[in-house]
Each structure stands twice: as structure tokens, then as C-alpha cells.
């Protein structure tokens, strides 16, 4: 059993190593963290924090991918409580007081866990919504404020937009406040408010960010304190999970962030196969094979003849011939070459090569590590370890001279780099376009764009030393 834990300003890493020594500590989740996981039957997920705004949050379909796979995904304290309350019925588990008042409607904004804090995390700059809620209820409890003035201070804190809510802006309201009472106006700067010494004080989120880690720790088949009861369950799925929940957007994310193995380390299916289709001159061969024997419905067949021949035949039985085509759909496809030298059964079969396309979104026969196309990867070649260099190149360059990063590639430098690459002419548009389709690119421009991430590695481009010229 394996824990894989996303934590942020909710928890301490250390609360973390203390209470699940063994987890996997991750930074807050975000999209495609939990797609890039390696994850099976029987391991934990538990998401506390979790980023939005300004970066895509994690998406409920990769939380549901990993629940049909018997993963037990809790949730709690911020962003897990709120993927927890609108995921419960699908088998994600929930733990303390925010998941409930999530759950049952009480709260229901995302700002009510959002905090501003230092880029790792380690120091709040603003307190949570909810938090706030926590500690005006103890205060009420104590007799420190009645519930009008409860109420009051909750509306001023609300009216604060979320990345502001630090103690300069909350007090400035406050001030700002004819309404508030002595009282409450001194409760709030005071050291029973939000911000004691200056510092967000810990609440709510704190709390039930170390009840699930507790849950998790005390759950059964995992190695605890004994007398802890666990109370997290495997998920059911029985409802849903067999059903068409899959998206062509979940497909396209599993290519994204999904590695094909563990030997890819975390390099993502796409980027390898992307690098291959580029640069790997036996990618042609693959990809007709591959695109014929979807054509022909025989994934299995061995013989390349007979798999065209039955391509061919699928083919004019839905009504597609060579003689179907108009002059204008055969120049969009072949070559002028190609048109008068091919014979018309390998037109076609170029034809129908070329008008398949990796492009073609989420669609289950072109996407992700875990379908058809993870066929298309030659095992033999390391193109995972060419794909980080060039990752890294690309980092070094943008560090050293951003003016010559990769997003500042020239388009026309980027096809002159395939041309070479593919020995054909720059200036013979049509034969680029079929050699870059021959690759299951839509045209030439969609395969330059993909070289983008690969031009300074492969073409030997050296970064200008940070303050040089740019020639």
C-alpha cells in the first residue's frame, strides 16, 4: 500500500513525515498531478492543498480515474474537502468540519479555503475565509462577541477579495466600519483574532488537515498506533465507473502528464512520442502500419500486403476510391509527384494515412500511455532521456538569454529545421505537408510548432551567455 499526500500552507511537511512517514509528500496538487501518479489497487491519495487561480487546479476526471482504479482518494481542510463534497457520491472520501460544511451546502465558495502564500508554501500572507468563520464561532462560544457582530465581521472579511484578505487590508475595513462595535473592531485586531502578532493564525484548515491525516494513518491495512480507528473505505464505483465517463479531454490529459513507464521517469507519453514522430526516420513506417490496420480492423496482422489490401477494401466499401477524389481533394493530399507517378491503390492508401491525425483530440485510438498508441513508441530508443535534455536546454537558455528563448522561434526557422531533418526541400511546401501528415501531423505548421521544444537540443544551438548580443 502506497500514500501519496499533496499538502501546502494547511500542514507542515513535517506534521506530515510525523504522523505518515512513509507517504509520498507532493507540493498542492494541480492539473495532471494525479494523472503523472503510478497508482493501483489499494493506495491512498490523500489531497489536502491544491492550487487555482493562476495555474488549472486538478480536474474532477482525474480524481475519478484514479477511483475506478480501486485508488482511495480522500479529501479535506481546502482544496481536497472541496473535490471531496462534489466527488463524495462517486466514491471520494471527505474527512472534518470543511468537507461537511461543503457537503451540506453551508459554504459554497472557492474563496472560502483560498489563501495567498510564498511560492513554497511554507508561510501564509493571507488567512482563509473559513478559518475566519472558526475562529469568529470560538468567540461567540466564549462570549467574546455575539452572533450580530460575528455576522458583521464575516461580511467585512468576505468583501475582501481572497488574495488581500492579510491583516493590513482586514483591519483597514475594519476601520473603515461605522457599524462595528468597540468591541468587535477590538476583537479583531486583538490577540484573539485573525491575525495575533501579525501572523495568520491556524484554524480550521489546520485542524482538519491533521484529522485526515490521522484517518489515513489509522486506516486498515496500514501500519498505525494501535487503538486508532481507521475510517477511510476502499471506493465504490460500482454506479458509475463501467458507464461512458471517459472524455476525449481526460484522454488528451493522460498523454500529457502520463508517463508510458516507469523507465520514462517522468517524462509524459506525449513529449516521447511527439520526439519520435519528429526525429525518428522509421516513424513513417510505424504510423502508416499503424493507421492501415485501424482502417482494416486487424490490429494483429502481420503481413503489410494483405493489411493494405484489406484497408483498401473497407475503404471503397464506404464509398472512398481514387476516382471518388476531385483534382483539388488529390493536390491537398499527394504530391504532384506522387499524382502522376503512384499507382491509384497507393494514392489511396497515402490518402488515407495522411487524413489520420494525432491531432484528432482525446480520440481513444490516438491518445494516452495506456491505449493503442503507446504502439507507436520504439522501446529501443531513448527518446525520454533526448526529451529532458531538451528540457533542459530550453531552461538554460531561457535563463541565460530570454530573448532567445523557444517561444521566440521564428516559424520559418522552425520548418527549415524539419526540412533538413527530412531531407526535403524548404521550399516545396506540398512534399512537407505530406512528409510532416506521413507522421500524423495535420500539416506543416502543426509539426514545426511541435519542434519547437526540440530545435536548440537537436540542432546543436549553444545559449548566448547572459548580457551578450544577440546576433
Known amino acids: 500500500m502506497t500514500t501519496h499526500v499533496f499538502r501546502g500552507p494547511s500542514v507542515t511537511d513535517a506534521e506530515v513525515a510525523a504522523i505518515l512517514p512513509a507517504a509520498h509528500r507532493h507540493p498542492p496538487v494541480r492539473h ?40 482511495t482518494v480522500v479529501g479535506a481542510a481546502s482544496m481536497g474537502a472541496l473535490r471531496a463534497a462534489e466527488l463524495h457520491a462517486y466514491g471520494m472520501l471527505g474527512v472534518g468540519r470543511i468537507f461537511e460544511m461543503y457537503r451540506d451546502g453551508v459554504i459554497d465558495g472557492d474563496d472560502e479555503v483560498a489563501v495567498a502564500h510564498t511560492t513554497d508554501g511554507s508561510r501564509l500572507l493571507t488567512v482563509a475565509l473559513v478559518d475566519i468563520r472558526g475562529h469568529l464561532d470560538e468567540a461567540v462560544r466564549a462570549g467574546m462577541l455575539d452572533p450580530d457582530e460575528s455576522e458583521r465581521l464575516l461580511r467585512l472579511a468576505r468583501s475582501v477579495p481572497y488574495p488581500h484578505r492579510h491583516q493590513a487590508a482586514l483591519e483597514q475595513a475594519a476601520a473603515k466600519d461605522s457599524t462595528l462595535t468597540e468591541r468587535a473592531a477590538a476583537w479583531w485586531t486583538g490577540a484573539d483574532g485573525p491575525f495575533p502578532g501579525g501572523v495568520p493564525r491556524a484554524g480550521q484548515k489546520h485542524a482538519d488537515a491533521l484529522t485526515a491525516l490521522e484517518a489515513v494513518a489509522g486506516s486498515p491495512g496500514r501500519p498505525g498506533s494501535p487503538g486508532r480507528p481507521g475510517i477511510l473505505t476502499p471506493p465504490d464505483t460500482r454506479a458509475w465507473a463501467s458507464g ?38 522509421d516513424f513513417p513506417r510505424r504510423w502508416r502500419e499503424y ?42 493530399w499527394l504530391t504532384p509527384a506522387e499524382t502522376h507517378q503512384l499507382d491509384p491503390t497507393e494514392q489511396l492508401l497515402r490518402l488515407l494515412v495522411r487524413s489520420s491525425c494525432l491531432g484528432m ?3 481513444p485510438r490516438f491518445a494516452g500511455p495506456d491505449g493503442p498508441a503507446a504502439r507507436l513508441i520504439d522501446d529501443r530508443l531513448d527518446s525520454a532521456t533526448e526529451v529532458r535534455t531538451a528540457w533542459q536546454t530550453n531552461k538554460a537558455m531561457a535563463d541565460s538569454a530570454p530573448h532567445r528563448s523557444v517561444t521566440r522561434l521564428r516559424p520559418d526557422l522552425l520548418v527549415t529545421h524539419l526540412a533538413d531533418r527530412w531531407e526535403v526541400p524548404a521550399s516545396d511546401r506540398p512534399a512537407l505537408d505530406a512528409a510532416a501528415r506521413d507522421r500524423g501531423f495535420s500539416g506543416t505548421q502543426s509539426a514545426a510548432e511541435a519542434a519547437r521544444a526540440f530545435y536548440l537540443h537537436v540542432s546543436g544551438v549553444l545559449a ?5 548580443r544577440d546576433g
Open 361 to 363: 483530440a482525446g480520440h
Open 244 to 281: 461512458p465517463w471517459h472524455t476525449p479531454y481526460l484522454r488528451s490529459w493522460a498523454g500529457r502528464f502520463r508517463p508510458r513507464s516507469a523507465e520514462s521517469g517522468r517524462v509524459p507519453f506525449t513529449a516521447e512520442l511527439q520526439y519520435q514522430r519528429l526525429y525518428d526516420p
Open 291 to 332: 493507421v492501415l490496420a485501424w482502417v482494416a480492423g486487424d490490429e494483429d496482422a502481420a503481413d503489410p500486403a494483405s493489411l493494405e489490401a484489406r484497408a483498401v477494401e473497407v475503404a471503397h466499401t464506404r464509398g472512398l476510391t481514387r476516382d471518388s477524389l476531385s483534382p483539388r481533394q488529390l493536390r491537398h
Open 464 to 468: 548566448t551567455p547572459a548580457g551578450g
Open 32 to 71: 495532471g498531478d494525479l494523472l503523472a501518479l503510478d497508482c493501483g489497487p489499494g493506495d491512498v491519495v490523500l489531497v489536502i492543498d491544491g492550487v487555482f487561480h493562476a495555474t488549472p487546479p486538478v480536474r474532477h476526471k482525474e480524481i475519478l480515474r484514479l477511483l475506478a482504479g480501486d485508488v
